[in-house]
């Protein structure tokens, strides 16, 4: 719990705390409405956005109704952002260890492919669970030989199901599976090349392309309410992936290159014109290319290291690894990927990746431990998906047999592959909904890890292992540029004294009381260079009601911009967050020059590449004082976005 002492006063309004912070920076600097084309400041939703905001999923097998029912509403008051089913297809005619229910086996079309239970109570549950969002985890690819889509495929090659195969498979062609009826394979029930064989369905078909926009558009979205597909090995059927070039020598037939991830990326943008909210994931990208190659969403795998360390902190009270971590997870790659990369230029900020980590350790079954340890990793950029639980079950036997599904393939139970234990419940709704409910906690919010000093017992410590950590988050492309001072201490209770020299002095000037995100109650001392917060054994406080503005990438990309005043000056820092902070406290920056940063073919876990950053004066007309070039210019807006009041999450 966080200490009431100094959280005493009732929160005020955020419009009103947000209209404060903003009088300054309209006094400083022009109208941006003075500036030619500026409809690229105006704030516009992306319905892809909500996935910017998750901070946790859980996964379950599905297995009755009754259990999806039960599970669900449980995990919703636990605060889980998204369930991830697998399973709940009907796969009873091709069982299988490796296939794990990822398999297809029956058509996934019609009303209600759902093995149990009926629409009506479906949609009845999908209504009451929300705003937690539904994620559908399979294979579209592969389709085992013993369904009967399979079957009416082999009896009938020319109809549209027939199609569905590729046919003349030579051993070249076969991918990760022998070739099943002169058609292309893929996985087998047991695994690569073993068991029962599955054929593989092209992306590239026009009649599978057609099959599948209907099913995930009209069956799976439109009539069960999903939001997100997570595709298994992440549509990667191409030549040589992972250096595999014996696994699938040729890649998926029928595509060009026998690359499918374009052809994935088809099927997906042909969804999203039908149902623009849904959002893809995927278990294995590697590069920030593969992702815009597959137009997915939600990248990741992540490192175990990761959460070792994060729950290290919150068990011991001991941060002091955590950042070393975080800033490797890519979560803050993904932000400067997102200001830069010419792929998603005009679609900042609802547009872009973030990142997810798969969670294979076990549930944390304190309550409060949990929400912080949830909270620290989203904090950083990154949602977690738990997905193997060591000591959950998945089969009431103790026989693993090559035919029965069992979630635990080369497990012993317990240890279960989907089936994990359900997050803790303690209070409802849970604090895990404020990263639903406010723009700032968004994970492609720009992040910054704060100095600060811990004062227990009388005893001041400097370190950062010192038993809490502080991150600035400032949601810079948002609609208000809201920022927050998230700080997390898992250790004893103590006094926290953060070091925020680096904010605009101005603002600090102002007199802003942040209040509390989590309690909605407001501190009792207003910002300052040096702030002292007491906090509570194992509490956090989110402080917000302050903007640190607005910094609109401008659509295109330049080079050599010039000031209509000449005011021009390098940045002293080479990381963006720092750039902007720096911007942000000089009166006569409005525009900040970045120059571009390759990260097209970086791996997914690596660190936000350095930048240089040139801050700029007023530039009336980019297209008149810029030239043409690979860089960004981000414009300082003087308030919030025009159309700011229509966020919603």
Same mark, same amino acid.
């Given at each position: 719990?966080?200490?009431?002492?100094?959280?005493?006063?009732?929160?005020?309004?955020?419009?009103?705390?947000?209209?404060?912070?903003?009088?300054?920076?309209?006094?400083?600097?022009? !109208?941006?409405?003075?500036?030619?084309?500026?409809?690229?400041?105006?704030?516009?939703?992306?319905?892809?956005?909500?996935?910017?905001?998750?901070?946790?999923?859980?996964?379950?097998?599905? !297995?009755?109704?009754?259990?999806?029912?039960?599970?669900?509403?449980?995990?919703?008051?636990?605060?889980?952002?998204?369930?991830?089913?697998?399973?709940?297809?009907?796969?009873?005619?091709?069982?299988?260890?490796?296939?794990?229910?990822?398999?297809?086996?029956?058509?996934?079309?019609?009303?209600?492919?759902?093995?149990?239970?009926?629409?009506?109570?479906?949609?009845?549950?999908?209504?009451?669970?929300?705003?937690?969002?539904?994620?559908?985890?399979?294979?579209?690819?592969?389709?085992?030989?013993?369904?009967?889509?399979? %079957?009416?495929?082999?009896?009938?090659?020319?109809?549209?199901?027939?199609?569905?195969?590729?046919?003349?498979?030579?051993?070249? &062609?076969?991918?990760?599976?022998?070739?099943?009826?002169?058609?292309?394979?893929?996985?087998?029930?047991?695994?690569?090349?073993?068991? +029962?064989?599955?054929?593989?369905?092209?992306?590239?078909?026009?009649? =599978?392309?057609?099959?599948?926009?209907?099913?995930?558009?009209?069956?799976?979205?439109?009539?069960?309410?999903?939001?997100?597909?997570?595709?298994?090995?992440?549509?990667?059927?191409?030549?040589?992936?992972?250096?595999?070039?014996?696994?699938?020598?040729?890649?998926?037939?029928?595509?060009?290159?026998?690359?499918?991830?374009?052809?994935?990326?088809?099927?997906?943008?042909?969804?999203?014109?039908?149902?623009?909210?849904?959002?893809?994931?995927?278990?294995? =990208?590697?590069?920030?290319?593969?992702?815009?190659?597959?137009?997915?969403?939600?990248?990741?795998?992540?490192?175990?290291?990761?959460?070792?360390?994060?729950?290290?902190?919150?068990?011991?009270?001991?941060?002091?690894?955590?950042? &070393?971590?975080?800033?490797?997870?890519?979560?803050?790659?993904?932000?400067?990927?997102?200001?830069?990369?010419?792929?998603?230029?005009?679609?900042?900020?609802?547009?872009?990746?973030?990142?997810?980590?798969?969670?294979?350790?076990?549930?944390?079954?304190?309550?409060?431990?949990?929400?912080?340890?949830?909270?620290?990793?989203?904090?950083?950029?990154?949602?977690? %998906?738990?997905?193997?639980?060591?000591?959950?079950?998945?089969?009431?036997?103790?026989?693993?047999?090559?035919?029965?599904?069992?979630? *635990?393939?080369?497990?012993?139970?317990?240890?279960?592959?989907?089936?994990?234990?359900?997050?803790?419940?303690?209070?409802?709704?849970?604090?895990?909904?404020?990263?639903?409910?406010?723009?700032?906690?968004?994970?492609?919010?720009?992040?910054?890890?704060?100095?600060?000093?811990?004062?227990?017992?009388?005893?001041?410590?400097?370190?950062?292992?010192?038993?809490?950590?502080?991150?600035?988050?400032?949601?810079?492309?948002?609609?208000?540029?809201?920022?927050?001072?998230?700080?997390?201490?898992?250790?004893?209770?103590?006094?926290?004294?953060?070091?925020?020299?680096?904010?605009?002095?101005?603002?600090?000037?102002?007199?802003?009381?942040? =209040?509390?995100?989590?309690?909605?109650?407001?501190?009792?001392?207003?910002?300052?260079?040096?702030?002292?917060?007491?906090?509570?054994?194992?509490?956090?406080?989110?402080?917000?009601?302050?903007?640190?503005?607005?910094?609109?990438?401008?659509?295109?990309?330049?080079?050599?911009?010039?000031?209509?005043?000449?005011?021009?000056?390098?940045? %002293?820092?080479?990381?963006?967050?720092? *750039?902007?902070?720096?911007?942000?406290?000089?009166?006569?920056?409005?525009?900040?020059?970045?120059?571009?940063?390759?990260?097209?073919?970086?791996?997914?876990?690596?660190?936000?590449?350095? +930048?240089?950053?040139?801050?700029?004066?007023?530039?009336?007309?980019?297209?008149?004082?810029?030239?043409?070039?690979?860089?960004?210019?981000?414009?300082?807006?003087?308030?919030?976005?025009?159309?700011?009041?229509?966020?919603?999450?």
């Amino acid at each position: 719990m966080l200490p009431t002492k100094k959280f005493l006063q009732p929160c005020v309004s955020s419009s009103y705390l947000m209209l404060r912070a903003f009088v300054l920076l309209l006094s400083c600097f022009g !109208s941006a409405t003075q500036d030619v084309d500026h409809a690229d400041y105006a704030w516009k939703n992306n319905p892809l956005q909500w996935h910017q905001h998750l901070a946790r999923i859980v996964d379950h097998r599905f !297995s009755t109704m009754d259990n999806l029912e039960s599970f669900a509403r449980e995990a919703k008051l636990a605060g889980v952002s998204a369930l991830m089913l697998v399973g709940l297809q009907n796969i009873s005619s091709c069982p299988g260890p490796w296939y794990n229910g990822l398999q297809l086996c029956e058509h996934i079309n019609g009303s209600y492919p759902v093995v149990d239970g009926t629409l009506q109570r479906w949609r009845e549950l999908r209504e009451e669970l929300k705003p937690m969002r539904l994620m559908w985890w399979m294979n579209p690819a592969y389709w085992s030989v013993q369904g009967s889509v399979f %079957q009416q495929a082999i009896s009938n090659p020319m109809s549209d199901v027939g199609k569905f195969f590729s046919r003349g498979a030579n051993s070249s &062609a076969q991918c990760w599976g022998h070739n099943p009826n002169g058609t292309q394979g893929s996985w087998g029930s047991e695994g690569a090349f073993k068991g +029962v064989m599955s054929s593989l369905a092209s992306f590239c078909s026009k009649s =599978y392309a057609d099959y599948m926009v209907d099913a995930l558009s009209n069956t799976w979205t439109a009539n069960l309410g999903f939001d997100a597909y997570t595709i298994d090995i992440s549509a990667n059927y191409f030549p040589d992936w992972m250096g595999l070039k014996t696994m699938c020598h040729d890649g998926m037939m029928q595509c060009t290159a026998g690359d499918g991830r374009a052809g994935w990326a088809n099927i997906m943008q042909r969804v999203r014109a039908a149902q623009p909210h849904v959002v893809q994931s995927g278990e294995v =990208y590697e590069t920030w290319q593969d992702l815009m190659i597959a137009d997915a969403n939600i990248g990741g795998q992540g490192r175990d290291t990761f959460h070792v360390v994060t729950k290290h902190a919150v068990f011991t009270g001991d941060v002091a690894g955590v950042e &070393a971590e975080a800033r490797i997870t890519g979560a803050d790659a993904a932000v400067v990927l997102c200001h830069l990369h010419p792929h998603y230029d005009g679609k900042q900020p609802g547009g872009c990746p973030s990142m997810y980590f798969r969670d294979n350790t076990p549930t944390i079954r304190n309550p409060l431990l949990h929400r912080m340890w949830v909270s620290l990793e989203a904090a950083a950029g990154i949602v977690s %998906q738990h997905d193997f639980d060591p000591e959950s079950y998945c089969f009431a036997g103790e026989e693993i047999t090559s035919t029965t599904y069992n979630g *635990c393939y080369q497990c012993a139970n317990p240890g279960a592959w989907y089936n994990v234990t359900n997050d803790p419940i303690s209070e409802a709704p849970s604090l895990l909904s404020a990263f639903f409910e406010h723009r700032v906690l968004n994970r492609v919010a720009l992040r910054t890890n704060l100095n600060l000093t811990i004062t227990r017992h009388g005893h001041t410590n400097a370190s950062r292992g010192g038993g809490a950590i502080a991150y600035l988050k400032h949601d810079s492309m948002g609609p208000n540029g809201d920022a927050a001072i998230l700080i997390f201490n898992p250790g004893a209770a103590a006094n926290v004294t953060i070091d925020l020299s680096m904010l605009p002095p101005a603002l600090l000037e102002q007199g802003i009381f942040p =209040y509390d995100l989590l309690t909605k109650l407001r501190a009792s001392r207003p910002l300052a260079k040096s702030y002292t917060v007491s906090m509570d054994a194992q509490g956090m406080a989110f402080l917000s009601g302050f903007s640190l503005g607005v910094f609109a990438p401008r659509k295109g990309k330049r080079k050599n911009c010039r000031a209509d005043d000449r005011y021009s000056r390098v940045a %002293q820092t080479r990381a963006l967050q720092g *750039c902007v902070l720096e911007c942000a406290s000089d009166m006569h920056c409005e525009n900040i020059f970045v120059e571009a940063a390759d990260m097209s073919n970086a791996t997914l876990l690596s660190a936000a590449p350095p +930048v240089t950053c040139t801050l700029l004066g007023s530039i009336r007309d980019p297209d008149t004082r810029c030239e043409g070039g690979s860089g960004t210019l981000l414009r300082r807006l003087p308030g919030a976005r025009s159309g700011a009041e229509k966020w919603k999450p």
